[in-house]
């Protein structure tokens, strides 16, 4: 009786877990492709290129700067005083140092710049993500590129981009999303 009542809950256990495992949905997306097709991306974009050619003409016209002290300097030298060289060419040594280093500047304020312009982005698409989810009872969804192997899953991002009101690339452009593959029916 004992072996009976044990094999019962054993079976009763897995008709459950066959129930559980039946209605588990699970989804996958690929995050980066949802930022790429939001306008607030391509917004993001253009205000990076534009911050970065304004941060590459300030550095050029320190350049330009620069040069035109060393040139002042070399032709004004024969009139100038020993102690007025050694203060000048002191200027000149700091402000060949300061653009010695200005492009590490450049790039350190391009990268904050684009964490500031992409991190609102990004939970924008994350909340999408998470309310397509849970409007469409997906238990799971996984990053697209992240997985080698994974159980079959539907692609959500015609849901993501539906929630953010964005019409998804056509396939001649080639970011069609992949077809959905077939779940299996238990």
Do not use: C, W
């Amino acid at each position: 009786m004992k072996k009976f009542f044990t094999g019962m809950l054993f079976a009763l256990g897995l008709m459950v877990a066959g129930e559980v495992n039946a209605q588990t949905k699970i989804g996958y997306i690929s995050s980066q492709e949802v930022v790429s097709i939001m306008p607030e991306a391509r917004k993001a974009d253009s205000l990076l290129t534009d911050f970065k050619n304004a941060l590459i003409q300030n550095a050029t016209d320190k350049q330009n700067a620069f040069y035109a002290a060393i040139d002042k300097f070399n032709k004004d030298s024969a009139t100038l005083s020993d102690a007025v060289k050694v203060v000048k060419r002191t200027e000149l040594t700091k402000m060949g140092q300061e653009l010695g280093g200005e492009e590490e500047r450049i790039q350190q304020q391009l990268q904050q710049k684009q964490q500031e312009l992409i991190q609102p982005i990004n939970r924008k698409a994350y909340e999408a993500i998470q309310a397509v989810a849970k409007e469409h009872n997906y238990a799971f969804v996984f990053e697209k590129e992240a997985l080698l192997v994974a159980p079959p899953a539907e692609d959500i991002l015609p849901l993501v981009a539906k929630k953010l009101n964005i019409k998804l690339p056509t396939a001649a452009g080639g970011n069609q999303p992949a077809a959905k593959p077939t779940t299996p029916k238990q």
